[in-house]
């Protein structure tokens, strides 16, 4: 099978799960497109990917947004995108994602047992949120984990929760693209690569999207937890 099909295949699962969830792109496809891709190829392509995916599911769940909830997490990841993308470019980043991911685990599984300690909406709260998630997106384009554990212990509901992160994601990608454009990360073969396989994209996030509305809030609340501790899990098991 071709690396185009492999590609193909790893974007459609990675996009229906995004649909669906309002995150985990990264955590389905990126895994998969590293095999046959370089990292320098691969990292900037799911920021250009997410994009798009980001689109679509606030298309869909616009109405929900309560953006004033993330504008201080947007705030922090935006000053620390620098700093994830000079460990892009300039560390082996593997000691740092056996952390990440150790970390992420730990909390996640907290969450799962049911433990939960809402933050209040203020900046001292949620600008360090922030920080931490611009610096996962600019080096491992996987701005996700910080934000999903914030609003999954915040309680917010479904829509609510899938809005909140599409939107911040959309924000933060868009200033993480303008990064690299300028920094030279993002080339003309990244783009020819990710349009390719903009089908694919479009026919999983509509899927995931439908896919969505049929999840109870119960259901959907661990899956997102579920999720979340899978990509802390991926990130050890490949850095061992």
């Known amino acids: 099978m071709s690396s185009l099909v492999l590609g193909g295949v790893a974007v459609f699962a990675g996009s229906v799960v995004q649909g669906c969830a309002g995150f985990a792109f990264s955590l389905v496809a990126a895994p ?49 995108l620098p700093v994830g993308i000079w460990v892009l470019t300039a560390m082996d980043p593997r000691s740092f994602r056996l952390f990440v991911g150790g970390f992420i685990v730990l909390v996640s599984l907290v969450m ?74 993002l080339t003309g073969q990244v ?14 996030t509509w899927l995931g999207i439908k896919a969505s509305r049929l999840l109870p809030e119960r259901v959907f609340r661990r899956m997102t937890l579920l999720l979340i501790a899978a990509t802390g899990l991926v990130m050890i098991i490949s850095n061992i």
């Open 191 to 204: 783009t020819l690569i990710t349009l390719s396989y903009a089908p694919v994209l479009l026919i999983g």
């Open 112 to 185: 799962l047992s049911g433990w939960r300690k809402p933050l209040p909406y203020r900046l001292w709260a949620l600008l360090p949120i922030g920080l931490f998630s611009g610096v996962l997106n600019g080096s491992l384009s996987m701005s996700g984990p910080p934000v999903v554990l914030f609003l999954s212990n915040q309680g917010v509901d479904k829509d609510e929760f899938r809005a909140n992160l599409a939107a911040y994601f959309l924000s933060l990608n868009l200033a993480t693209i303008a990064l690299y454009i300028y920094k030279g990360v």
């Open 32 to 80: 998969f497109l590293l095999f046959f891709l370089p990292q320098e190829v691969v990292i900037p392509m799911l920021v250009l990917v997410s994009l798009g995916l980001n689109l679509m599911v606030l298309k869909d769940c616009g109405s929900s947004l309560d953006f004033k909830k993330v504008l201080p997490i947007l705030a922090g990841g935006i000053i620390s």
